[in-house]
């Protein structure tokens, strides 16, 4: 191959499924800044323990978008961009906005075996802390993102996650929602976030169940 193209292929972000957020003059949810590029520091998952593996003949895409008066709806294909080793058949990222503000990620999980194998299924979510802050309530599973405007994430499924907050890259904060063998109780498993864009700092957001 080109040995220049495939040298400039080594500075693209493995960021397949991966979301960003601006709203209200603020950006929310944001890219790791630069320097790391590996699906860990993207607002995308680790699988399993497992990155995206970083090779053009890895392939994805879009499987579905709608574009409503009412809602916008896409659907995103990362499955072939993991290692085969865990085994997986299929993530697809389902993504619907509604008006003005709410989001809804849906993760839809499938793997060909049930497995504990003791690894990580990791949400990832970054945020940039010289113009926010993050704050985790971890017995309702809520990250409210703050400046100027708020991003509120409520993880819905699984109901009992892990939640940290990470350095990242030079500049990037990270919030990290895991569940431990997510196949270990069956081959189909899926993880539920709904967000919130909020135009102030301290505007609450809507029950997210209700949404």
């Known amino acids: ?30 890219p790791p800044s630069y320097g790391p590029i590996e699906s860990n520091f993207q607002n995308t998952l680790t699988i399993e323990g497992a990155n995206q593996q970083r090779s053009p003949k890895f392939d994805a895409g879009l499987l579905k978008v709608e574009l409503k008066k009412d809602y916008s709806y896409m659907v995103g294909d990362a ?12 993530w697809y990222r389902h993504v619907v906005y509604f008006p003005p503000n709410t989001f809804i990620i849906g993760d839809e999980l499938k793997a060909s075996q ?79 976030a709904v967000l919130s864009a909020l135009e102030t700092g301290d505007a609450k957001a809507p029950e997210s169940r209700l949404i």
């Not at 493995?14 to 209200?24: G, I, K, P, Q, R």
């Not at 499955?79 to 299929?90: A, E, G």
């Not at 504990?116 to 309702?140: K, R």
């Open 114 to 192: 049930t497995s504990s194998t003791n690894q990580l299924t990791t949400w990832h979510m970054n945020f940039n802390p010289e113009w926010t802050s993050a704050a985790i309530d971890s017995v309702n599973q809520v990250v409210r993102i703050t400046g100027k405007s708020a991003l509120q994430a409520n993880l819905l499924y699984p109901s009992k996650m892990a939640f940290e907050i990470k350095k990242v890259g030079a500049f990037a904060r990270q919030v990290n929602a895991s569940v431990n063998d997510i196949f270990g109780s069956g081959k189909d498993q899926q993880i539920l």
């Open 1 to 30: 191959g080109n040995k220049k193209m495939l040298s400039n292929y080594g500075h693209i972000h493995a960021m397949v499924n991966s979301f960003d957020l601006y709203a209200y003059g603020t950006y929310l949810a944001v």
């Open 79 to 90: 499955t072939q961009c993991y290692p085969s080793s865990i085994n997986l058949n299929r």
